[in-house]
């Protein structure tokens, strides 16, 4: 089993800065990628920020040049800093891993974990 735990959400005015967190544990073989996904109340998942082992990250307009997604691979971890928090960055945060449990099996499934919420607000 895998298991996907997030860490670092609370309330931060506008302006303000988080940083989330988030390990992956289990059964690990190889992971091919780790990212963060976002909903906001009454709304659709979204990507926020994506990041592919040995390649570049990728984020959503409405984030680039504020947040900041990176990876230790040693630790089977990922990060997002979050900076210039808006009202609308106001979302449950969902760790996201797409990776292979099966040392023989070439088979990748995608993980979530269960969720940190973070509120920005005066």
């Known amino acids: 089993q895998v298991q996907l735990v997030e860490s670092g959400g609370g309330l931060v005015q506008p302006g303000g800065s988080l940083r989330l967190s988030c390990t992956a544990s289990?059964?690990?073989?190889?992971?091919?990628?780790m990212g963060w996904y976002r909903q906001a109340p009454g709304k659709e998942r979204e990507l926020v920020a994506v990041i592919i082992t040995g390649g570049t990250p990728d984020y959503a307009d409405s984030v680039k040049g504020r947040f900041t997604i990176s990876a230790d691979s040693a630790k089977n971890m990922v990060f997002l800093q979050m900076n210039s928090l808006k009202s609308e960055d106001t979302a449950v945060y969902y760790c996201?891993?797409?990776?292979?449990?099966?040392?023989?099996?070439?088979?990748?499934?995608?993980?979530w974990g269960q969720g940190t919420q973070v509120t920005v607000s005066s």
């Open positions: 996201n891993a797409n990776l292979r449990t099966n040392v023989f099996l070439n088979k990748y499934d995608t993980y």
């Open positions: 289990g059964n690990i073989f190889r992971i091919n990628s």
